[in-house]
């Protein structure tokens, strides 16, 4: 799969890494630059592509990483793992714990927020600042139809592993301003066959609307933990036009860290593909904040 990078070297110039993590897979990751640390946690569908550009203008100044969660991007795509939430915020924090990571300017979107701040949670004192993207760590019963049909049985399998249509249907339903053919090709780039959708599907089984669903536990523990989380400088900077993530969690997260700064932007789901050099500002004139 990493030969396949040199199909969008042009947008993703970056020579990713690996740590074997539980099952003796391989869990991609790009490290670039030096200096305090910048880790940033990704959804579904995208993988670490999705940052690319902060990782470029951040790299000059941080080291600045970013993951590719198990089943996506350059990350190997195990057809009999387990693609829980627990399992994915256990690979964040072996990352984090590996690379001996401090200090963190923690940036989280989508699938992102819960792993990512999970994480977060059970390792506060590594945590110095974070940066809120269109996304959730807590519970909801908010899901739209489009994503509910994924979960169908049969139906929602065959749609999104044999016809591409979660990661496919994202490339022209997340952005204001359409996305150029290179970009598309870029974030389908890992989701290719049926074997390379897997994690695509499973993130959509694995959201849990019920009590009785498998990672609905693990979830709860990430909302209680936010408690710890409170007092941390967050900026949440969020796409207005989101149809997935809108403007209700928005408020939730107000909710729960009402110091935080707010930055609403007329931007999608994938909002640093709508306002990549205004979102680049703002993180620049959060970070530097004494």
Not at 22 to 43: P, R, T
């Amino acid at each position: 799969m990493k030969e396949k990078l040199q199909e969008i070297k042009d947008l993703y110039p970056f020579e990713p890494k690996a740590l074997t993590v539980d099952g003796d897979y391989k869990l991609s990751y790009v490290d670039e630059g030096q200096g305090q640390i910048m880790l940033m946690v990704h959804g579904n569908p995208t993988w670490s592509f999705f940052y690319r550009d902060l990782i470029k203008e951040f790299s000059q100044t941080h080291r600045t990483i970013a993951l590719d969660n198990i089943g996506c991007g350059m990350s190997d795509k195990p057809q009999q793992y387990e693609y829980t939430l627990e399992n994915h915020i256990s690979n964040l924090e072996k990352l984090v714990l590996e690379l001996d990571l401090k200090d963190i300017t923690l940036c989280v979107h989508d699938w992102g927020g819960a792993i990512g701040t999970g994480m977060a949670t059970r390792h506060p004192d590594r945590i110095k600042r974070m940066v809120v993207f269109n996304t959730a760590a807590f519970r909801s019963h908010n899901i739209p139809k489009r994503i509910a049909l994924c979960r169908i049985p049969f139906f929602g399998k065959v749609a999104v592993r044999a016809f591409n249509a979660f990661a496919g249907s994202a490339t022209f339903m997340t952005t204001v301003q359409p996305l150029s053919d290179e970009i598309k090709h870029g974030f389908l780039l890992p989701y290719n066959n049926w074997e390379n959708r897997i994690a695509t599907h499973e993130f959509v089984l694995d959201i849990p609307l019920a009590e009785s669903h498998r990672s609905y536990q693990t979830l709860l523990a990430v909302e209680n933990g936010l408690d710890k989380l409170k007092e941390l400088p967050m900026t949440i900077i969020w796409g207005k036009h989101d149809w997935c993530f809108d403007m209700t969690f928005l408020a939730q997260w107000k909710e729960f860290f009402p110091k935080a700064e707010v930055n609403e932007m007329d931007a999608g789901h994938y909002l640093i593909e709508d306002k990549p050099k205004e979102i680049i500002q703002i993180i620049k004139d959060f970070i530097n904040k004494k």
